[in-house]
């Protein structure tokens, strides 16, 4: 059974959070890019459940940094750019130099979501559609060779750690 430490219960219990504070749908539509209209109703929600995933995976291994540092977070004035708000900050970890980090959010004033994250100028999302756009050059355009190896990061992430044989 795992402990109330353990990366399953932690990745259970940030899972509401994630969805009530991130567009994720938004996100994974957006980081496939085309692709999106070019495959079935089901792919769509298998990418976009496995995208969760990851993403989920992703905010927990971020959050792990931070457990045993002082963290300090300044927010600037929040801006209107290109019909989303972006909110500036500077995360200031112990012994780290200080993060720029700009939270894009959009989604209106009764449902505000974040929509993409830029971290010392290069946004996350970005960067993502660029690695998946690559990723499905490389695999004949197959967006279900994309979500198998998103599932595979997946499970990569959440297998228990081995010793080496022998010890």
């Known amino acids: 059974m795992a402990n109330a430490g353990s990366a399953e219960v932690r990745r259970r219990n940030l899972r509401p959070f994630i969805d009530?504070?991130?567009?994720?749908?938004?996100v994974a539509r957006f980081c496939l890019g085309r692709f999106w209209r070019q495959v079935t109703p089901a792919q769509q929600r298998d990418y976009i459940q496995v995208f969760h995933a990851v993403l989920t995976n992703t905010v927990l291994s971020r959050v792990g940094d931070y457990d045993h540092?002082?963290?300090?977070?300044?927010?600037?004035q929040p801006e209107m750019r290109e019909g989303a708000v972006?909110?500036?900050?500077?995360?200031?970890?112990?012994?780290n130099p200080p993060v720029k980090v700009i939270w894009v959010v959009s989604g209106g004033p009764d449902n505000p979501r974040i929509a993409d994250?830029?971290?010392?100028?290069?946004?996350?999302?970005l960067t993502v559609r660029s690695d998946y756009n690559a990723?499905?050059?490389?695999?004949?355009?197959?967006?279900?060779?994309?979500?198998?190896?998103?599932?595979?990061?997946?499970?990569?992430?959440c297998a228990p750690a081995r010793l080496p044989a022998g010890q």
């Open 117 to 125: 994250v830029i971290a010392e100028g290069v946004s996350l999302r």
């Open 86 to 95: 972006q909110v500036p900050t500077v995360v200031e970890r112990t012994g």
């Open 20 to 26: 009530r504070v991130v567009d994720v749908e938004g």
């Open 69 to 76: 540092n002082e963290v300090r977070v300044s927010i600037d």
């Open 135 to 157: 990723f499905l050059t490389r695999h004949g355009d197959s967006v279900d060779a994309l979500v198998e190896a998103l599932r595979q990061q997946v499970c990569d992430s």
